[in-house]
């Protein structure tokens, strides 16, 4: 629609040009009259009323086949990506496209004939849009980082987990492990609360990237420890020093609050004292090889 305006424009300022050169009569001369039919004939085809009546059929087609106005007023909606139960942002990024089209077209002069039901989707869409950017980015931050936490970490940010899944079930007016719906508050696109949960959600979702964060720092520190230990010379200072490295990265883990951190602590353990019984498994085979006679030795005896 705006190309056909642009060049329907164009047309009638090049027909004016040429009214001013060949005279208000141009198109009866004999000079001006096949040069006016072509011009006429080109703007028969750009037409911008039909492409708006077009543009028109097509977005009540689209609104039409949307989903049911109840499903509309949840802020969140899971959907099946393969194996996996994703939320999502409940917003229809075409809406956003709907209301710069038609931010176009009241500039184009067509904002009395743009259908009431249109508009009203459009200013829907504008009035949503920021917190469902919000929600959005809020939504795939949690996912990412959510899946850098294996099982064995998982215990550790627990608190973190359950307060967003937690804030994430208000949209859904029901709480974990509770199959009829709860008294707390109820969160729609329409609630007064809807900007205060987002932030919070936001909040929330930043806490647990930072935790995820100091967490998968830790354990890179504790594996790059426990792979010294495989590697040091037999000397006390590096063996200490390696089982320091571990045991400072566990105080910080401790201060920091982590949940459940003994039972992880266990495990961390166990992998050390598998090492160091590999260790000394190597240093005994060392030790009681040098006791042992030589091809030499049993030769000159």
């Not at 942002?89 to 009431?116: C, M, Q, T, V």
Request: glycine share 4%; net charge negative; aromatic share 8%.
């Amino acid at each position: 629609i705006l190309w056909a305006k642009q060049m329907e424009r164009q047309v009638h300022a090049l027909m004016k040009r040429m009214g001013d050169v060949l005279g208000k009569e141009w198109g009866q001369q004999l000079e001006g009259r096949q040069l006016r039919r072509s011009c006429d004939e080109l703007l028969s085809k750009l037409d911008s009323r039909a492409y708006f009546r077009t543009w028109v059929t097509e977005w009540e087609r689209e609104l039409s086949s949307d989903a049911s106005s109840k499903l509309g007023t949840y802020p969140i909606i899971v959907v099946r990506e393969g194996k996996t139960i994703v939320a999502k942002a409940n917003f229809d990024e075409k809406h956003e496209y709907l209301s710069k089209e038609i931010r176009y077209l009241k500039w184009l002069g067509y904002e009395r004939d743009i259908p009431r039901t249109i508009a009203l989707v459009s200013e829907e869409a504008m009035t949503r849009y920021p917190h469902a950017m919000a929600l959005k980015t809020a939504l795939q931050s949690y996912a990412a980082a959510r899946g850098l936490i294996t099982s064995e970490l998982e215990p550790l940010v627990a608190p973190e987990l359950r307060t967003i899944k937690e804030a994430i079930m208000e949209a859904f007016d029901v709480s974990p492990g509770r199959p009829k719906p709860s008294t707390k508050r109820r969160i729609r696109w329409d609630s007064k609360d809807l900007p205060d949960w987002v932030a919070v959600l936001n909040e929330h979702v930043s806490r647990f990237e930072e935790r995820v964060e100091i967490l998968l720092r830790a354990c890179n520190n504790i594996s790059i420890a426990v792979k010294e230990l495989e590697t040091v010379t037999y000397e006390r200072q590096k063996f200490v020093g390696a089982v320091g490295e571990v045991q400072k990265v566990v105080d910080e883990l401790s201060m920091a609050g982590y949940s459940d951190l003994a039972k992880w602590v266990g495990k961390v353990n166990e992998s050390m004292g598998v090492v160091l019984a590999s260790r000394l498994e190597e240093a005994l085979c060392a030790w009681t090889e040098t006791f042992e006679p030589s091809d030499d030795d049993e030769e000159e005896g």
